[in-house]
Each structure stands twice: as C-alpha cells, then as structure tokens.
C-alpha cells in the first residue's frame, strides 16, 4: 500500500507561481514513476504531467506545457510541480498520483492516489 500526501496548494494571483509537493511513503517499488493530474468543479480529471522514476522521462499535457515542470527528487521519495505564469483555468484539485509501469499519459493509468490539494488562480 502506497501513500502519496501532497502540499503546497493555495490562492494565488493570475502570473502568479505555486510548488506542489507529494511524498510517497508505504510499499514503494524501486521503480515507481508519479505524475500529477487536476479536476475542476464539473468537469472530469484530467492529466497534467508525469515523471519516471529516474526523472529522465516526462510528459505535460498541452495545456501546462512550457508553464508547469514537474520533477523528483528520489531520496526523499518526493515529486515536484512548479507552476508558473498560473491562469485562472488552472483552478482546480491538483492530485498527486502513481503507479510502477510506464506510460503514464492517462488518469486510468495511475493506480494510486493522493487526497488532492487546492490550487485557486484569481484574475
């Protein structure tokens, strides 16, 4: 059973920048590749980026790319997302998800989930 507890959620101001942070605790494989995805009010989950293991692999959907860097830190079994240049329609809960095999482009393919933490963009 893996945990995955995520922070750094928050209101912020159009342009403005937050770091979401999620630390894996439990069961971890040695290779556990993690990734964050976001769902605003009405709408489905969607996909926002990943990572793997090793950090030499990553993938942004479109809508972040350029904007948003997701990275990991494997000593402390942490993964990153830096967020900037934030847009009103990134308001959403940010969850930090995870799972052993690769790809992760998908909500589907995590198997495990965080709580998810708020993030607020006003305009």
């Known amino acids: 059973q893996v945990q995955l507890v995520e922070s750094g959620g928050g209101l912020v101001q159009a342009g403005g920048s937050l770091r979401l942070s999620c630390a894996a605790s439990?069961?971890?494989?040695?290779?556990?590749?993690m990734g964050w995805c976001r769902q605003a009010p009405g709408k489905e989950r969607e996909f926002v980026a990943a990572i793997s293991w090793s950090g030499g692999r990553t993938l942004y959907a479109d809508a972040v790319k350029g904007r948003f860097t997701i990275s990991t830190d494997n000593a402390k079994n942490t993964v990153y997302l830096q967020m900037n240049s934030l847009k009103p329609e990134d308001t959403a809960t940010y969850y930090c998800?995870?799972?052993?095999?690769?790809?992760?482009?998908?909500?589907?393919?995590?198997?495990?989930w965080g709580q998810g933490t708020q993030v607020t963009v006003s305009s």
């Open positions: 439990g069961r971890t494989f040695v290779r556990y590749h």
């Open positions: 998800a995870g799972d052993p095999a690769l790809p992760l482009e998908y909500t589907s393919d995590f198997r495990d």
